[in-house]
């Protein structure tokens, strides 16, 4: 019995390891709740759901905590899914504005900012596994995926948590300025400042580095977080780091009272067994959805104000979440396919201006577009595929999924010299056949909606100015009184 019991701590320390760079690890909290370290031998693991692809997709939620204003706003999202057969881990961040359609919560638009969900759903029905069951619901018909597990953790936790692990080195790439920052226990502000350069941080000076958001973007905060969980990764991961049993305890205890999860305890253990297989052999990917249509994700834009009451949100370009879901479809369904981050060139082989507008929707789907240009002619018909050996079909038939064409091996002489030349695995060259059913890039009809905008905006300006004009000339015309009738 101590024999078995020796080797299943040694599980749960592997376990601790890995887990802490993805928060997975605060599952484990649960142990302390509903058994010691001691009788978890008698537990056995239970088997995790899946989806189709055999992944298992957890949300993760931040809150602030606390007594101020928004302590329960869900401020850091982000799915974990994972593969443990192909041993890949791949983290998906939402940002907080990102509008979401939920019904029966009180409100009045058809749905919330995705980090509001959770506290109006809480605060609706006076329930808070019933609101995190609502706002998994909110965030499946976001991505597109089922989420089968979430885990709500309250960021003092997270404060205590570092500061149990001797704090973390981190490096910050850009001097952070923040005068707004919120002072713990008043209703005012105080200067957050960091350098750029290393620095080791103790659990308040990570939360503050995390959650300032008043002088930075809402994306700058979301890779500042992600810069805090790897430092904690790189610290569990050191080596030189001994933690211990007490070690260990110590930091569940920290977090004791800052967690909320769907797992059971059977699955926590299973999680950790998982994690021991994984090891360090472990890949852990990250994606973030944005408003930069420049960048991997980047299908978001401004949604109108005046239809979402003055809020600021964020709203799937198109106002489809089709471009959104197709990328997670490729980085998290297809994370072994999306791993391998095949070379891409695209070539315009019509008199239709198509590489660029084909690199950018590329590169939105995470698709890894080295070069981008004309063919060798314009007068291609058929879209085709030339691929190197080394190259997954499977990943081939997903962008043909995208762009359908046919396939070969034979790369032409021509595009394996200059200018054609790179390092590209995969040749996609464009034919006309392409534009019997194109990609229709969702920023085309946000453009034509701006210009809407601004017209409407311009007519109302010029009819205001019609009548106010129109106005002035009525108050200063003289009025002019009739001539008496000579009887």
């Known amino acids: 019995m101590e024999k078995k019991?020796?080797?299943?701590?040694?599980?749960?320390?592997?376990?601790?390891?890995?887990?802490?760079?993805?928060?997975?690890?605060?599952?484990?909290l649960k142990l302390i709740f509903n058994v010691s370290v001691t009788n978890v031998v008698f537990f056995f693991g239970e088997k995790l759901d899946t989806d189709s692809y055999n992944h298992t997709n957890i949300l993760l939620m931040g809150i602030g905590g606390g007594v101020h204003d928004g302590a329960d706003l869900t401020d850091t999202m982000l799915i974990a899914s994972i593969d443990e057969e192909s041993k890949i881990t791949?983290?998906?961040?939402?940002?907080?504005?990102?509008?979401?359609?939920?019904?029966?919560?009180?409100?009045?638009?058809?749905?919330?900012?995705?980090?509001?969900?959770?506290?109006y759903s809480k605060a609706y029905y006076k329930d808070s596994e019933k609101a995190l069951d609502i706002t998994k619901t909110?965030?499946?018909?976001?991505?597109?995926?089922?989420?089968?597990?979430?885990?709500?953790?309250?960021f003092?936790?997270?404060?205590?948590?570092?500061?149990?692990?001797?704090?973390?080195?981190?490096?910050?790439?850009?001097?952070?300025?923040?005068?707004?920052?919120?002072?713990?226990g008043t209703t005012g502000y105080e200067l957050l400042h960091v350098d750029a350069g290393w620095h080791h941080m103790d659990g308040e000076l990570a939360l503050k580095y995390a959650r300032s958001r008043q002088s930075t973007s809402v994306f700058d905060r979301d890779k500042r977080q992600r810069l805090i969980i790897n430092a904690i990764k790189d610290k569990v991961l050191n080596k030189k780091e001994n933690f211990d049993e007490s070690k260990i305890e110590d930091i569940f205890l920290s977090l004791k009272n800052n967690i909320e999860t769907s797992l059971t305890t059977r699955e926590i253990i299973t999680l950790v067994k998982i994690a021991s297989e994984m090891g360090s052999t472990q890949v852990i990917k990250s994606y973030e959805f944005s408003d930069d249509p420049s960048l991997c994700g980047g299908w978001l834009v401004p949604g109108d104000k005046e239809l979402y009451g003055g809020a600021y949100v964020l709203i799937p370009a198109g106002n489809k979440y089709t471009h959104m879901q197709k990328t997670v479809d490729l980085v998290l369904?297809?994370?072994?396919?999306?791993?391998?981050?095949?070379?891409?060139?695209?070539?315009?082989?019509?008199?239709?201006?198509?590489?660029?507008?084909?690199?950018?929707?590329?590169?939105?789907?995470?698709?890894?577009?080295?070069?981008?240009?004309?063919?060798?002619?314009?007068?291609?018909?058929?879209?085709?595929?030339?691929?190197?050996?080394?190259?997954?079909?499977?990943?081939v038939s997903l962008l043909q999924e995208l762009i359908p064409g046919k396939t070969s091996?034979?790369?032409?002489?021509?595009?394996?010299?200059?200018?054609?030349?790179?390092?590209?695995?995969?040749?996609?060259?464009?034919?006309?056949?392409?534009?019997?059913?194109?990609?229709?890039?969702?920023?085309?009809?946000?453009?034509?909606?701006?210009?809407?905008?601004?017209?409407?905006?311009?007519?109302?300006?010029?009819?205001?100015?019609?009548?106010?004009?129109?106005?002035?000339?009525?108050?200063?015309?003289?009025?002019?009184?009739?001539?008496?009738?000579k009887k």
């Open 5 to 28: 019991s020796s080797l299943l701590l040694s599980y749960i320390k592997q376990g601790v390891k890995i887990f802490l760079a993805i928060f997975i690890f605060f599952f484990l």
């Open 90 to 119: 791949s983290l998906f961040s939402l940002p907080r504005d990102v509008f979401v359609k939920v019904k029966d919560i009180g409100n009045n638009f058809g749905g919330e900012k995705v980090n509001a969900v959770y506290v």
């Open 138 to 154: 909110a965030v499946e018909e976001l991505m597109g995926i089922p989420i089968h597990y979430y885990a709500k953790i309250d």
């Open 156 to 184: 003092s936790g997270f404060e205590k948590m570092i500061d149990s692990i001797g704090g973390i080195d981190v490096y910050v790439d850009t001097t952070l300025d923040d005068p707004m920052y919120p002072k713990a």
């Open 333 to 395: 369904n297809n994370a072994k396919l999306a791993h391998k981050d095949y070379r891409i060139q695209i070539l315009n082989g019509t008199v239709y201006p198509t590489a660029t507008k084909l690199k950018s929707l590329f590169t939105r789907y995470c698709l890894n577009v080295v070069r981008f240009g004309n063919a060798k002619t314009n007068t291609v018909k058929k879209t085709t595929y030339y691929i190197k050996d080394t190259v997954d079909k499977d990943f």
């Open 409 to 485: 091996n034979a790369i032409p002489i021509e595009y394996t010299e200059p200018p054609f030349q790179s390092n590209a695995d995969i040749l996609i060259e464009i034919g006309t056949d392409y534009f019997e059913n194109p990609i229709k890039d969702p920023y085309d009809e946000y453009a034509a909606l701006l210009y809407q905008r601004e017209q409407a905006a311009a007519q109302s300006e010029a009819q205001a100015n019609t009548n106010k004009t129109s106005q002035s000339d009525s108050i200063s015309k003289p009025t002019i009184s009739p001539k008496p009738i």
